[in-house]
């Protein structure tokens, strides 16, 4: 909501006071300020001046040598302008003053020997125009020695208000004013709003046609016909402020309505009533009728939606928009001016579904001032007859107004209660006036409270506490510390929030970079991650346009555009979402990491190793790890979702069911689609399905125990067939002599000479210990046959000789 | 029986030029071996000073006596001298040694694993802590929202117009016949919150939220983080300490100015914004300081339509709730000049907005230093 500081004034009596003030009041009653924009500059310390005498300047043929009265004195200047004259009031600067054209300040000049103590001004010097041909003449009467913006007409400055939804009664300059005064700027003064007598007598008729139970849509509805009207532009004074907030000025009639609907919060409508056929009924529209409005677009229209209609059909939206075919002109003579009441609801629900955000819309779905139907076209009948001439007709009314808001007890300790500051019965009714609120003591404690008519937002007890808070100032509440109360402290967070923290912590130390990716991605890539028919209704676009099934799609964008900037070494995770279903709750919290390219920088004391399944292995479980599940008690199985390779991916499995993670080389697919020359390998830990931790003050860890005998080590070389995979081999091994056998370390893998084909060559590392004795050589060889038998059993494994 | 003073004489001077000679032989031992040489020479089985003890049985007891002990201070003062000089050899030799062993130490380190943290997450647990020392924990809700948690039971009804100020995303799914949206804030899970168990409430919910917008300030995704307390006695004044005290505790300064202003939110009445003092110079904005503000975080006392939307009695319980955008605080305390680049993964970024594995915040330890 814009509107202009002397516009604000024309509302509001009492001192001028600094827009700065302004501001800071608008702003801390709930107005927030947008901003100010200087429209014209301050034009205060220019001076009304008279031409008391004139004459050639004796050097320069086109000068000439003006004795000015500012009304503090005489003073000689030296004036080139050609419409300078004897007796001309005009506008003075006095030395010292800034120029707003150019910013300086104007400094006494000697022009060919003369001292000029001063300047005339042109409109363009001082910002108000373009006109610089000569110097701006002011009427007759203007009061020599007054500040020239008393007569000057500049609508400057421009107040931005940002007015919230709730307070549609201030998308009106008068509601602003009625806040300001209440807040102790200026006193409220009304517009006259008095009834003018018919001049003539109109034959239109207007009928409310709804069913009963939608007589909502348009309670009331009011007509005035005009005649012998000239339509014309508008005043100068009238464009200026209409551009000043930034409309266009486009004929007397339509300029008026605009300049109501932002002076009484009220907007109006005018039909060229040569063009109209017939009466007019309001009535909802008819399933696929179509208006053509005042926008130049053709609407469609649904039996949901409030028309005004003449013989010919639908001629206006209610509260929406009129219809073209019956719009003013600057040839129209004859007027018919409409102002109703709509409901907002429908008005919202219309203008939303046509895509049309008018200022009419804007303030109707807000909720009118149902008392300012009359008045506020008594002021526009007032307003055309003195800008365009012609006669009125009588008022033609149909319905009637609604029923007034209800009133309710309000008890003033809520105030106490709510915000914590406490005010006697007296100043709360005085405060509650000073809005429009009617009030009533209600015993020792409470008060009736009638909301005025214009303040729908005001229903209940909650909504008084924040009148009275924010007219007693939100600042003058104490504030009150929060302290914890509980003596020893309860956790922030859940064990599941903890771990995913730590899940988060531990991906940054094992080398990956933290990403946040949008939950959304594109629907073929997603399908390639199991799931693409997650679908948004309205996608900003393709690419973002269902639910993600999974962290990795995103990442391997991301891994993509890192690898086209020409990064190398690249390592990312997320932790977030993913998504199986479209009903709240259908996702999980996952983390997911992506390695592509080296795992380190180049240095000369690393040999370069790319990325490769293993890394997305350890990265897994080293999350796994932090988060406190025993990696050695989870099993990998070698399957895997499909946008793995699928002899490069496996599953790591708790117990028989559960996945708590995934990992692998992406498919080369997938690789190529993102035109990446490299294998990138990713991971995704599955927080959700973490084992919970037990309940506090359980969470006890076994006794420590070492044992005192020492430990032998023995490493064996099985030979074993290609296919056969490791962790077989190391589970028969382990599985052999569980009280004996401490660690098992799988240290090298050997192929190539010696072997046969597609045989490969496991060396083992199996550390030996007894809790309660030496172990002997017997014992030893006894459990390394065992070692040998169970290997050999499992995988066919030989030693190697 | 008197001495051989004779024989005694003679040998006391054999013992002084033995001693000499083996000295001055030990002194020029070049290197251990030589010494260990000389050594057995001198002391071993075969050596010439136990060549000489051998030559004592034959004497009388005076001589044998006085000899003896001759011989014996001959013996360990070689011995010492030995010592001393093979401790001498090993030094030098492990100077020589350490000097061949130097190596260049300006030589970069080996590489180690430089993971970061995204800011949004660092701050996040920024704001955890700070409520959490209030006595707040976290709560939590899905993405994807029905259209009671996040709209009708925050007091938005349908064609409410506070409805068009969120610019709601869709999912192609319905719930009890509306279709259901992705959360367009964090306040939902006040209502899920409330939903789930008796009053008094003290919580924070941060997390993804959603609005169909993209330009220079709004990404189609963004963080906010909700608040709700409630219990018997919680009001205005409580919601003004506490938020003065998070924004002075999250942007680590105890003198910025705020202001808090009447606002609407469907949801509060009354309802406020909060502003914090900053100054805005040259394209420069600092906190804390200076003449003009900056809005930070909406908040109110909570509805009493939305406690009954929960079963919750208005009469009977009070308090308030805020919301605010995560990334905009990351954005204002780290200096980082655009939303949009959040969310772009870039490593290069990343590396230079983001936080080391290890740099847990905490209010003990001051959230950033």
């Known amino acids: ?801 | 029986m008197a001495q051989d003073e004779g024989t005694v004489q003679a040998a006391d001077a054999d013992v002084g030029g033995l001693q000499r000679a083996l000295l001055a032989e030990v002194a020029s031992a070049g290197d251990l071996d030589t010494l260990d040489q000389l050594r057995v020479t001198a002391l071993g089985k075969k050596g010439r000073i136990t060549a000489l003890t051998k030559t004592l049985g034959q004497l009388d007891p005076d001589t044998r006596k006085h000899l003896g002990q001759r011989y014996n201070r001959l013996k360990e003062t070689v011995a010492a001298a030995i010592t001393a000089r093979k401790a001498e050899l090993e030094s030098e030799a492990l100077d020589v040694q350490l000097q061949a062993e130097r190596q260049d130490v300006t030589l970069p380190a080996r590489p180690l694993p430089a993971g970061r943290i995204h800011p949004v997450s660092q701050v996040t647990e920024e704001i955890i802590a700070i409520f959490g020392d209030m006595g707040f924990t976290v709560a939590e809700g899905p993405d994807v929202e029905n259209d009671f948690n996040n709209f009708s039971a925050l007091n938005m009804p349908p064609e409410h117009p506070a409805r068009q100020m969120h610019d709601t995303f869709y999912v192609e799914a319905e719930q009890d016949g509306r279709p259901l949206v992705l959360r367009t804030h964090t306040s939902p899970v006040q209502i899920r919150t409330m939903l789930a168990g008796p009053p008094p409430h003290r919580i924070i919910a941060p997390g993804r939220t959603y609005r169909c917008d993209y330009d220079m300030t709004h990404t189609p995704m963004f963080h906010q983080v909700e608040g709700l307390m409630i219990d018997r006695r919680t009001h205005m004044g409580h919601l003004k300490g506490c938020l003065t005290d998070f924004v002075r505790a999250i942007f680590e300064r105890d003198d910025i100015p705020v202001r808090f202003r009447p606002s609407f939110f469907p949801f509060t009445e009354p309802s406020a914004e909060m502003d914090i003092g900053c100054k805005r110079q040259g394209g420069e904005l600092t906190i804390g300081a200076g003449d003009d503000w900056l809005e930070i975080l909406g908040c109110g006392m909570v509805h009493p339509k939305v406690l009954r939307a929960v079963g919750v009695d208005p009469d009977v319980w009070q308090g308030f709730a805020f919301g605010m955008g995560i990334d905009r605080i990351a954005m204002l305390k780290y200096g980082i000049p655009d939303l949009r680049t959040f969310f772009e993964a870039d490593l290069r970024w990343l590396r230079h907005y983001g936080f080391g594995a290890l740099d847990v915040p905490t209010t003990r330890g001051g959230l950033s230093r």
């Open chain 1, 1 to 801: 909501m814009k509107l202009t500081l002397p516009w604000l004034r024309e509302h509001l009596a009492g001192d001028d006071v600094a827009v700065a003030e302004i501001v800071e009041r608008l702003t801390m009653l709930g107005l927030e300020v947008e901003g100010v924009v200087a429209r014209g500059a301050d034009l205060s310390t220019f001076k009304i001046a008279e031409v008391v005498g004139l004459r050639q300047h004796p050097a320069a043929e086109r000068l000439r040598l003006c004795e000015v009265s500012t009304g503090s004195g005489t003073l000689e200047v030296v004036c080139g302008a050609p419409n300078v004259h004897l007796g001309m009031k005009a506008v003075f600067a006095p030395v010292g003053t800034v120029i707003p054209e150019s910013g300086q300040v104007l400094q006494p000049a000697t022009i060919r020997g003369i001292v000029s103590q001063g300047m005339l001004c042109s409109a363009r010097e001082l910002g108000l125009g373009e006109d610089h041909a000569g110097i701006i003449e002011l009427p007759a009467d203007a009061p020599v020695g007054r500040p020239a913006s008393e007569v000057l007409r500049s609508e400057g400055p421009v107040i931005e208000v940002n007015v919230t939804p709730n307070r549609g009664d201030c998308l009106g300059v008068n509601g602003i004013a009625r806040e300001l005064a209440a807040g102790g700027i200026g006193q409220l003064k009304s517009r006259n709003l008095a009834p003018l007598p018919a001049q003539f007598d109109s034959p239109l008729r207007v009928t409310l046609d709804f069913p009963e139970a939608e007589a909502g849509a348009c309670p009331i509805f009011v007509a005035r016909h005009f005649r012998g009207l000239l339509n014309g532009p508008s005043p100068a004074w009238l464009q200026e402020r209409l551009t000043a907030i930034g409309l266009r000025p486009i004929s007397a009639l339509v300029d008026i309505t605009n300049l109501i609907t932002y002076d009484l919060c009220r907007p109006l409508h005018v039909f060229d009533a040569a063009k109209l056929q017939g009466d007019l009924v309001l009535r909802f529209a008819e399933d696929g009728e179509r208006m053509a409005a005042l926008d130049g677009k053709t609407y469609e229209l649904t039996a949901a939606m409030t028309v005004i209609a003449d013989g010919s059909g639908p001629v206006s939206l209610g509260g929406i928009m009129g219809g073209s075919s019956t719009g003013c002109t600057p040839e129209t003579t004859e007027m018919v001016l409409e102002i109703a009441l709509f409901d907002p609801a429908r008005t919202a629900a219309t203008g939303r579904q046509l895509g049309i955000d008018s200022d009419a819309r804007h303030r109707f779905e807000r909720g009118l001032d149902p008392k300012m139907v009359v008045p506020g076209a008594e002021y526009a009948t007032r307003l055309i007859l003195e800008l365009c001439g012609g006669e009125a007709s009588q008022l033609i009314v149909a319905g009637r107004l609604p029923a007034p808001p209800s009133r309710f007890r309000f008890r003033i300790g809520e105030l106490e209660r709510l915000v914590g500051i406490g005010l006697d019965l007296a100043t709360v009714q005085a405060k509650l006036r000073s809005l429009g609120f009617e009030t009533e003591v209600d015993g020792e404690d409470a008060i009736q409270v009638t909301p005025p008519s214009w303040r729908h937002d005001v229903t209940m007890e909650a909504d008084i506490v924040e009148e009275l808070a924010r007219l007693h100032g939100y600042d003058r509440i104490p504030p009150m510390p929060v302290r914890r109360i509980t003596a020893v402290g309860q956790p922030s967070l859940s064990p599941d929030q903890r771990l995913r923290m730590i899940a988060r912590r531990a991906a940054a130390a094992v080398g990956l970079a933290e990403a946040v990716t949008w939950s959304f991605t594109e629907a073929e890539l997603a399908s390639q991650f199991g799931q693409g028919e997650l679908r948004l209704r309205n996608p900003i676009s393709a690419e973002l346009a269902v639910l993600r099934p999974s962290i990795l799609p995103n990442l391997l964008e991301a891994a993509a555009r890192n690898h086209n900037h020409g990064q190398r070494e690249i390592g990312l995770f997320e932790l977030g979402p993913r998504f199986h279903g479209l009903q709240p709750g259908e996702q999980e919290v996952a983390i997911g990491g992506l390695r592509l390219g080296p795992v380190h920088e180049r240095s000369w004391a690393a040999p370069p190793r790319l990325a490769d399944v293993y890394d997305a292995r350890g990265d897994a479980q080293a999350i796994l790890t932090a988060c406190r599940v025993n990696a050695e008690g989870l099993r990998v199985v070698t399957e895997g979702p499909a946008h793995y390779h699928p002899g490069r991916r496996g599953r790591l499995m708790l117990g028989p069911h559960t996945v708590l993670a995934e990992f692998g080389e992406l498919h080369p697919e997938l690789a190529r689609r993102f035109d990446l020359d490299g294998r990138p390998v990713g991971f995704e830990v599955f927080l959700d399905r973490l084992p919970k931790p037990k309940a506090k003050g359980q969470r006890v860890r076994t006794a420590f125990k070492t044992s005192p005998f020492p430990a032998v080590e023995r490493d064996f070389a099985f030979l074993v067939d290609e296919e056969v995979q490791a962790e077989t081999l190391l589970n028969a091994i382990r599985a052999t002599e569980k009280g004996l056998i401490r660690e098992v370390q799988l240290f090298d893998i050997y192929r190539g000479k010696g072997l046969a084909e597609r045989q490969k060559s496991l060396a083992v590392a199996v550390r030996l210990q007894a809790q309660d004795h030496t172990l002997s050589e017997a014992e030893i060889d006894a459990v390394v046959k065992r070692i040998v038998a169970a290997a050999n059993k499992a995988t066919g494994a030989v030693l190697r000789t």
